[in-house]
């Protein structure tokens, strides 16, 4: 996969003009899960720091019950208080996993930072075990990046 070819779609995907946010992001996740092909569910959580929550934003993919995640909890609540990337190549190996289909084989979340703060992360779900390599942490920092141009 060559993400600097997308690079430039995501750069005018979050920019356009006479846009919301929310529908910026969702035409990102649109985006980002039409054109790679192992990006089965792309979404964004955001946190509350208050009550050490983080809350479902705009996605694509499957349904999920998970609108409200607490921090530590599932791979995207520990990535709230990581502040670290978190790659899992095989969900099922994983024991602190909140599983949302059985389809999903493997995730990636990144925390997004604004001004050094993370507000929240992208989630992506596979359908293919350990399909996410280094590139792919590199391309979603740089959309993390933009997003928070947003914020």
């Not at 190549?89 to 909140?98: E, G, H, K, R």
Request: charge should be negative; hydrophobic fraction near 40%; aromatic fraction near 12%.
């Amino acid at each position: 996969m060559n993400f600097e070819n997308l690079k430039p779609q995501v750069i005018s995907i979050l920019s356009e003009e006479h846009v919301e946010r929310d529908v910026k992001l969702k035409n990102l996740c649109q985006f980002l899960s039409d054109n790679v092909d192992y990006y089965n569910w792309v979404g964004f959580y955001f946190a509350n720091q208050d009550n050490r929550t983080l809350h479902l934003g705009p996605y694509v993919g499957a349904e999920t019950d998970h609108t409200v995640i607490p921090f530590g909890k599932g791979i995207c609540g520990q990535v709230a208080e990581s502040n670290a990337n978190f790659v899992v190549p095989d969900v099922s190996a994983q024991d602190n996993y909140i599983a949302c289909s059985f389809t999903v084989k493997s995730e990636i979340v990144v925390p997004l930072f604004v001004d050094g703060v993370n507000i929240g992360q992208i989630d992506i779900d596979s359908h293919v075990i350990d399909p996410f390599t280094e590139a792919d942490e590199r391309f979603l920092e740089f959309v993390n990046e933009q997003v928070a141009k947003l914020f």
